[in-house]
């Protein structure tokens, strides 16, 4: 292989500059050159082609978001525009292309794949960690301590007025980040998608604990799961105590990567550039525990990522 492409795709998370760092160094380290396209498959069917060498991504490592933009494109959903998007892959004497994004975004690539022939590989960047094959997707640690942060800041407030507050976190159809920050910031209760859960119980364990004289909570709600207003109206209707919400929204988004997100996107940048380099296609990177791994892109499509009922049941113990 002499020349591949990159591209960031989907919702960006923090982490994807220092992937693409990872992916462009590595590859020249091997002796092949790398071709970025700005906003996802959008940008390749567009031509926004952008040489990239080990200067251009110099300086990014440390900056959320991607050098590359990111995007979701309606016309890669068209096997017109997949067309279109293979021409100019072609065009460009490329070999293969390194896709860095989540769910929607490896489906494109296996597409790539499937349809053509064209070699591929995946790195799971998403801040809500939803892809199987992984242990972590890039992102998701950043925007849980970003989560967390805003979470230690309510409880200051929460405490001095004796209120309680709902706090929503992303995460349209799963609730790891609600999950994992909601651990950290010790959530009284915590809603996610995944799991039934009833409000009237909620109100009752709070009134129960306000006679033993703890007057302030913290709920954290996953998006998915219901919306922060609602929550709090009924919860001043039933319990009759004050109550606020807060939308965290895509300030989770954005920012700089933690050490974990940083580490973790360089290895997988590395891996993918390197297993495609070597002739290795339509597979995902990822990490199980402390180890690298690679999976077939068919195979983490066609799995679900489900709820650690570990850490489900923690949190049950410790919200009592
Ligand atoms: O998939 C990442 C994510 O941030 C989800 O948690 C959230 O529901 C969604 O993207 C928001 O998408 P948009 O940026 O298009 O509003």
Not at 171 to 189: D, K, P, S, T, V
Request: include cysteine.
């Amino acid at each position: 292989m002499k020349r591949i492409g990159v591209i960031t795709s989907g919702g960006d998370a923090p982490g994807m500059n220092a992937a693409i760092r990872a992916v462009v160094r590595a590859a020249i380290g091997r002796g092949v050159s790398v071709v970025g396209f700005t906003h996802g498959y959008e940008g390749i069917i567009d031509d926004e082609a952008m040489p990239l060498d080990s200067v251009s991504v110099g300086g990014i490592i440390s900056r959320g978001g991607t050098m590359l933009r990111s995007a979701r494109s309606k016309t890669f959903m068209t096997e017109d525009g997949r067309d279109r998007a293979v021409g100019v892959l072609r065009k460009h004497g490329l070999e293969g292309l390194v896709v860095i994004g989540g769910d929607g975004s490896l489906r494109g690539a296996l597409c790539l794949h499937d349809e053509f022939g064209f070699p591929v590989m995946g790195v799971p960047g998403s801040i809500d960690n939803d892809i199987s094959g992984t242990d972590f997707s890039i992102g998701f640690d950043t925007a849980v301590n970003a989560a967390l942060e805003a979470i230690d800041r309510v409880r200051d407030t929460a405490y001095s007025h004796e209120r309680i507050f709902v706090i929503e976190v992303m995460g349209r159809h799963n609730g790891f980040i609600a999950l994992e920050a909601g651990l950290a910031g010790g959530a009284e209760a915590i809603l996610i998608p995944e799991v039934p859960y009833s409000l009237m119980e909620i109100c009752t364990d709070m009134k129960r604990a306000a006679v033993r004289g703890k007057k302030s909570s913290i709920i954290i709600v996953a998006e998915g799961a219901a919306r922060a207003s609602d929550i709090k109206d009924f919860i001043e209707k039933n319990t009759g105590f004050e109550a606020r919400q807060l939308v965290l929204g895509h300030m989770q988004r954005g920012g700089s990567p933690t050490a974990f997100d940083r580490v973790l996107a360089l290895r997988l940048g590395a891996l993918a550039a390197n297993r495609l380099i070597s002739g290795y296609t339509a597979e995902m990177v990822g990490v199980d525990g402390v180890k690298l791994v690679s999976h077939p892109l068919s195979y983490v499509l066609s799995t679900e990522r489900a709820i650690d009922p570990e850490k489900l049941l923690l949190a049950g113990v410790m919200a009592q």
